[in-house]
């Protein structure tokens, strides 16, 4: 009888120790934590204080978690309100970019939009985009995180368009932003076509009509892979909030 049969046979017999509780205090094994020999029981005892241990540790993870979201739902709901707020259309843009450095202690936040109605043609948020960043947003799918990877869009935040006191310390130790969040701004009623039309047809998501760029001095404030869920909810309602400004 080798190894396996034998722990073949405890497995199919659960009664055997039952039956034979001597053997519990009885048998030695080696212990883990020093040289000196531990009974079966002891053995046990300690796998499952080891097993609490992680489980508390998982906990502990999953209540710091759950900590941070309520945060971030908190400001999510603070910057909403700020949005929705706002009459003055010229002064929207302002209020969907200054709001999310206030009350996200996001240290640059800068935001184009084109497509828009003649009132607003000569507004800074309306200033001349290239091409290439029109076709950068419309294949923007979902917010972009990671690296400033030298963007042309990241450059709107060196002009410095929205000050705010909110992290000073973070924004003060460089004027680069080192990483970056890039979320393309589309009309909800164009998103609703198209999503009906690609139902039957695979229809593309509707073109672009702006690109809101957050940054950073620090590397690691937005970065591959970090949530999103709540980039995606800022987009979608600073796209609805800005949609009043385009052309019909």
Not at 137 to 146: E, H, I, S, V
Request: aromatic share 8%; proline share 4%; glycine share 6%.
């Amino acid at each position: 009888m080798n190894d396996r049969d034998v722990a073949d046979y405890l497995l199919a017999n659960p009664e055997f120790f039952s039956q034979h509780a001597e053997l519990l205090a009885a048998v030695r094994l080696a212990n883990p934590h020093g040289k000196s020999a531990i009974s079966l029981q002891e053995r046990q005892m300690d796998m499952l204080r080891e097993k609490n241990k992680l489980l508390e540790r998982r906990l502990a993870e999953l209540l710091r978690y759950g900590h941070e979201n309520d945060s971030i739902a908190a400001k999510f709901n603070r910057w909403t309100t700020r949005v929705i707020a706002q009459r003055d259309a010229h002064a929207l843009p302002r209020t969907v970019a200054q709001g999310l450095m206030e009350v996200f202690d996001v240290p640059q936040a800068a935001l184009r939009l084109w497509d828009l109605a003649d009132t607003y043609r000569d507004a800074e948020f309306a200033r001349h985009v290239g091409e290439e960043v029109r076709l950068f947003a419309n294949g923007l799918d979902a917010p972009y995180c990671g690296a400033n990877a030298g963007f042309e869009a990241a450059q709107w935040l060196a002009a410095g368009e929205y000050a705010s006191a909110a992290a000073p310390s973070e924004a003060g130790e460089s004027s680069a932003a080192q990483s970056v969040a890039l979320l393309a701004l589309r009309d909800p009623r164009s998103t609703a076509l198209a999503e009906r039309a690609g139902e039957s047809d695979g229809a593309a998501p509707a073109p672009a009509f702006g690109l809101l760029v957050m940054g950073s001095p620090d590397p690691r404030r937005f970065h591959e892979g970090m949530a999103t869920d709540f980039l995606i909810q800022i987009g979608v309602l600073a796209s609805a909030a800005l949609s009043r400004l385009l052309a019909r």
